[in-house]
């Protein structure tokens, strides 16, 4: 049972940069999907970015394509994600999470327990 552990949120002015990092423990990820989600006050979780094992496809929300980065490492089990040009609309607690590559694409397997990102305006 892998376990995650995101780190790296904060507070930071618009225009600024921020980067999350998502170690996996208790058990590999391999053929495992992982992603960054946000949810925002009063709304939903949205996946933000994610990124599949092996080949390192990723995939990016509409609204942080062109300002965000997700990279993972080589043994597959951490990834991070790099922000840039961070606007308050941005401001959201970020959830590492990751899914098997053959689940539905709704079904994410482990979750991490959330990292508070605040960009002031």
């Known amino acids: 049972q892998a376990q995650l552990v995101e780190s790296g949120g904060g507070l930071v002015p618009a225009g600024g940069s921020l980067r999350l990092s998502c170690v996996a423990s208790?058990?590999?990820?391999?053929?495992?999907?992982m992603g960054w989600f946000r949810q925002a006050p009063g709304k939903e979780r949205v996946l933000v970015a994610s990124?599949?094992?092996?080949?390192?496809?990723?995939y990016y929300a509409d609204s942080v394509k062109g300002r965000f980065v997700i990279s993972r490492d080589n043994g597959g089990n951490s990834i991070a994600l790099q922000m840039y040009s961070l606007k308050p609309e941005d401001t959201a607690i970020y959830y590492c999470?990751?899914?098997?590559?053959?689940?539905?694409?709704?079904?994410?397997?482990?979750w991490g327990q959330g990292t508070q990102v605040t960009v002031s305006s």
């Open positions: 208790g058990g590999t990820l391999t053929n495992f999907i």
């Open positions: 999470a990751a899914r098997h590559r053959a689940s539905d694409a709704q079904t994410w397997n482990y």
């Open positions: 990124i599949a094992w092996g080949v390192h496809r990723t």
